[in-house]
Nanobody, 122 residues
């Protein structure tokens, strides 16, 4: 079993920064792909970024150059550094873990955190 707990969300003005953290429990963290997804009210859950077990990263086009995903296997933690935030980034952000190959599809992930709210004001 893998458990994930997100933190670091909050309210920030457009152009500001936030760093989200996802703390995991379980002994298989280093072998999982870790992803970040977000969901705004009335919208489907949207892929944001992933980092594979080999530290390969991939981002959705709307966050490229602004967001950075990273992982610290010694701390069993994955991060999402969000810079130059825009109002369109407002959503609940979820951390997820996936066995086997990497994916941008939320239904393919095996474990999910509870989510953390990110609100960007203009």
């Amino acid at each position: 079993q893998v458990q994930l707990v997100e933190s670091g969300g909050g309210l920030v003005q457009a152009g500001g920064s936030l760093r989200l953290s996802c703390a995991t429990s379980g002994r298989t963290f280093s072998s999982y792909t870790m992803g970040w997804f977000r969901q705004a009210p009335g919208k489907e859950r949207e892929f944001v970024a992933y980092i594979s077990w080999s530290s390969n990263t991939y981002y959705t086009d709307s966050v490229k150059g602004r967001f950075t995903i990273s992982r610290d296997n010694a701390k069993n933690t994955v991060y999402l550094q969000m810079n130059s935030l825009k109002p369109e980034d407002t959503a609940v952000y979820y951390c997820a873990a996936k066995r086997y190959s990497s994916s941008t599809v939320y239904a393919s992930y095996d474990y999910w955190g509870q989510g953390t709210q990110v609100t960007v004001s203009s």
